[in-house]
């Protein structure tokens, strides 16, 4: 009786860490069965090779997930606020170390970096916080993206 007892509480601890990780709110979910990311830009972040490399970074996202951009353009303010609310999955602009929003969004590492004075200031995609599976995704893909994979 204590085996099957040890067996069955082992198959419970492996149901559990079946979906590990895990997001809150299903992000990637449900941009897999919409097969839509809503993606807000940042239009000022977006000049010369930083607007290629969005490009090809939103395409690698649209192949990974089957879903298509949604792309909406706004202030950064505004944006980061939507994806905070859930409206949007995904927002793509530059942002400062110490900016105010680092600890209110899951900003991950950035597509570009440039220094402004004393700053260093990144072309980061950007998700919401619990969101684990979507941003491991999202971490993965500016990796392959940075190493050429």
Request: charged residues 25%; contains cysteine; hydrophobic residues 45%.
């Amino acid at each position: 009786m204590k085996g099957n007892a040890g067996l069955l509480a082992a198959a419970l601890l492996l149901a559990a860490c079946g979906s590990y990780p895990r997001d809150i709110e299903g992000t990637r979910d449900r941009v897999e069965a919409g097969r839509v990311i809503r993606v807000g830009l940042f239009p000022g972040s977006l000049a010369g090779p930083d607007r290629a490399m969005a490009a090809v970074y939103l395409s690698r996202l649209s192949r990974a997930t089957g879903a298509a951009p949604r792309i909406v353009m706004g202030a950064g303010e505004s944006l980061l606020a939507r994806l905070e609310a859930g409206e949007l999955d995904l927002v793509i602009g530059e942002i400062a170390a110490d900016s105010p929003w680092i600890d209110g969004v899951a900003v991950i590492e950035p597509l570009s970096e440039h220094r402004v004075n004393d700053r260093i200031i990144g072309l980061s995609p950007m998700a919401r916080n619990g969101e684990n599976r979507w941003v491991m995704l999202l971490e993965r893909e500016v990796r392959n993206m940075r190493s050429g994979g």
